[in-house]
């Protein structure tokens, strides 16, 4: 992957960032905080096509599903159900 245009564009913020600090103004750029939402979108984005591209659905389903076991234990009633207790009715 060539990282110079990301090299650039982060050379040329902090430079404005810099002269915005030098010439007292207030940077137009969002806050901090979301900043760091967006953050958590890229990574999120990055990390889901990752998956895609290691996994298909049904390995992804094999593996959470390894070992696991769905059928019903049975209770001490015959046929392994159970009775409802009754409703008083008043």
Request: charged share 15%.
């Amino acid at each position: 992957m060539n990282y110079t245009p990301y090299l650039v564009s982060l050379g040329i913020g902090l430079g404005v960032g810099v002269l915005y600090a030098l010439l007292g103004t207030r940077s137009p750029a969002p806050p901090v905080i979301a900043l760091l939402g967006l953050l958590g979108m890229l990574i999120g984005e990055t990390a889901v096509s990752w998956a895609k591209s290691k996994f298909t659905v049904q390995e992804a389903a094999a593996h959470c599903l390894h070992d696991k076991s769905f059928a019903t234990a049975k209770s001490g009633t015959a046929g392994g159900t159970r009775e409802m207790p009754a409703r008083n009715r008043t």
